[in-house]
């Protein structure tokens, strides 16, 4: 079994638009393996979310290869794929996407309702277990609106863990956060990092970027790995 968690190779990506053809993604290879901490830095509109919307098989490329988790995702059904977004994929949002008028505990239910493998007798430690790494055991019951900012995204990414997926995918985590809030996601994030888990966020933060071991820029479509002396000069 390979190591890596995510494996593209020569990924394009481009849409058809009334003002031309736009080619979003040129030529991508990126390999992301267990336990590492990535970043990928750009500024707006060079593709990140594009590239984050395949890697978390809400879209799919026009070219090249893609095996997450050692599946070629392109031998897949609609069905399969969903099953194997759900069980190895976490997403975390920069707008946060809890639903609004349903409680902390409700919200992170719901992937676990779309898990096959997971009994409905094994929900609650879940959620308790999820809520209590994220720090935020005594809020169960609220709603989102009842909830700071840097709570919703810490019940974000509670929600992101419960199936225990093999990656985080992180699309501007602390895009809508103040700096304080910011620093308590971007410590969870590394924290679990160091427990093990697996990291992938896009941002066009440097100080995010500077929490991750290794960071790719993303420059008009195409990505290439930063040297240290480029990832320090970034940061
Ligand atoms: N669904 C879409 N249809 C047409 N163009 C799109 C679509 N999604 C993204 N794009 C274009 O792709 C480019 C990259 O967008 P995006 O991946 O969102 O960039 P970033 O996340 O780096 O800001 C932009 O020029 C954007 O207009
Ligand atoms: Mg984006």
Redesign the pocket.
């Known amino acids: 079994m390979s190591k890596a968690v995510i494996k593209l190779t020569d990924l394009n990506k481009s849409?058809s638009?009334r003002a031309g053809n736009?080619h979003?993604l040129k030529q991508i290879n990126l390999q992301v393996d267990v336990g590492e901490m990535v970043a990928i830095l750009?500024q707006?509109?060079?593709?990140?979310?594009?590239l984050l919307s395949i890697l978390g098989l809400l879209d799919v490329a026009d070219s090249g290869c893609y095996y997450l988790c050692n599946h070629d995702v392109k031998s897949l059904s609609a069905y399969q794929l969903s099953q194997l977004r759900n069980q190895h994929v976490g997403w975390v949002f920069q707008n946060f996407n809890l639903i609004a008028d349903m409680t902390v505990s409700e919200n992170l239910m719901v992937p676990l309702r779309f898990n096959d493998a997971i009994k409905a007798s094994e929900y609650a430690n879940r959620v308790a277990d999820v809520l209590s790494k994220v720090g935020l055991s005594d809020r169960c019951s609220f709603y989102p609106d009842e909830l700071s900012g840097g709570q919703q995204q810490r019940v974000a990414i509670a929600r992101a863990l419960i199936c225990q997926p093999d990656i985080l995918l992180c699309d501007e985590p602390t895009g809508n956060l103040d700096s304080t809030n910011s620093r308590k996601v971007m410590d969870l994030l590394c924290d679990l990092h160091k427990e093990g888990r697996t990291v992938l966020i896009i941002t066009h933060d440097s100080t995010v970027a500077a929490c991750c071991q290794k960071a790719y820029s993303?420059v008009d479509g195409k990505l290439q790995l930063m040297s240290e002396q480029e990832f320090k000069y970034a940061v």
């Open positions: 849409f638009h736009n979003v750009g707006s509109g060079s593709g990140k979310s594009t993303m």
